[in-house]
């Protein structure tokens, strides 16, 4: 089975910890007997002077094609025009890598092109498709169907991309709903839970890292990009009824000057600690220390943060976004409360009175494996090619 992975959310170099997800996934499907699987990630770039900018001046840097630490990636650039609207993007992607994927298919055809994210890599994969002749399948992750699904300039263009699939996938049945819901047909989605890599994220002693950032309290950990949509800020004033507890902001991102003079506003500032965009390697030691992890996201398809948090052990507390309902099933695993600070600090407190046995909240993740997400895509590629 030759699979095309096109994919705009996935790591390099100058973003190592970017769709890491989309590459566990990518790996461990390709790493069975009868798979092949190349991968294709464009990467947008603007028009000179602004490719310039050290933003982009790192994507210039990526080399076109490498081995990314086992899979064949491809890394054309398709031009990007900043202000002038993303729904130029997906014509722009195929215009600009249609003459790799000919090429390539014309020295080893591809059975099917895996879409893995809905804007822009949906609608590219679908012209793509029609092209070659041969079926494709789309991934719904969050923001991909609860923005551009809806955003006047593109919700078309996911929407057809959605009808004209053989197939669907989607991270919740909270998702596949929202899916639904924007007329993309039920009966070709398939709910696909992501993975974790269960023997590196586990229950482990957390008192050195804590003694080495000066926490003597209980510690909160807040994993994800520091964008609005994650709603760190909530976090960070649930500390004013909190008292002795330290807050660590895992991610980064144009929140990050907002947050800090947030912290410094309510007099909070020596309890947050922001640790920046953390290797993904060195997360399940951080998430362990914690005591709890709080993240009460506006909109979610289901957070790898959660998964990855609850098999360390590690209590969530979460706003009931996607997929929440479906991952805490027990309340030893935590709270799903409202966004907003009274809310969640009644939720952190009920949370850390509990202080629940790590291997029960474990326990509720074990099923969340990556064998587990390759053999079930591998039967949703099967099922489309009809083997």
């Keep these: 089975m030759r699979i095309l992975t096109l994919a705009t959310l996935f790591p390099h170099a100058a973003r190592p910890n970017f769709g890491i997800f989309v590459e566990r996934q990518t790996a461990t499907l390709a790493e069975r007997d009868g798979m092949d699987v190349t991968v294709i990630s464009p990467q947008a770039i603007p028009p000179w002077p602004l490719s310039r900018h050290a933003r982009y001046r790192a994507l210039t840097a990526l080399p076109l094609q490498e081995d990314w630490r086992g899979l064949n990636v491809y890394r054309p650039r398709f031009l990007h025009l900043p202000g002038i609207g993303a729904h130029w993007q997906p014509l722009l992607m195929v215009r600009a890598i249609w003459p790799l994927v000919q090429r390539l298919h014309a020295l080893q055809p591809f059975d099917l092109i895996d879409a893995e994210f809905f804007f822009p890599d949906g609608p590219a994969a679908r012209i793509l498709a029609q092209r070659l002749g041969i079926p494709y399948s789309v991934k719904a992750r969050g923001a991909d169907i609860h923005y551009w699904g809806h955003a006047p300039k593109t919700r078309d263009m996911v929407r057809q991309a959605g009808r004209d699939a053989s197939g669907l996938l989607a991270v919740s049945a909270a998702m596949r709903q929202d899916m ?70 895992a991610g980064a991102g144009e929140e990050e000057r907002r947050y800090r003079e947030l912290a410094a506003q309510l007099g909070v500032a020596d309890r947050v600690i922001l640790a920046g965009a953390l290797p993904h390697a060195d997360l399940p030691h951080w998430l362990a220390a914690a005591d709890a992890m709080v993240l009460p996201s506006k909109s979610e398809g289901l957070a790898n943060a959660w998964v990855e948090s609850l098999a360390c052990g590690t209590p969530i507390v979460i706003s009931d976004a996607g997929g929440a309902a479906e991952l805490l099933t027990d309340p030893a695993a935590g709270r799903i409360t409202e966004a907003q600070p009274a809310a969640l600090a009644t939720a952190i407190r009920d949370v850390l009175a509990q202080n629940p046995d790590p291997s029960r909240v474990r326990a509720t993740v074990a099923n969340f494996t990556w064998q587990r997400n390759a053999d079930e895509l591998q039967r949703h590629f099967s099922a489309i090619l009809g083997r």
């Design 180 to 249: 639904v819901d924007l007329g993309m047909p039920a009966d070709r989605i398939t709910v696909h839970y992501t993975g974790c890599d269960q023997q590196r994220f586990l229950p482990q002693d957390g008192a050195a890292l804590r003694a080495e950032l000066g926490i003597s309290g209980s510690m909160l950990i807040s994993v994800g990009a520091l964008i609005a949509r994650k709603r760190q800020d909530l976090v960070i004033q649930t500390l004013t009824e909190l008292p002795g507890v330290t807050l660590v902001l």
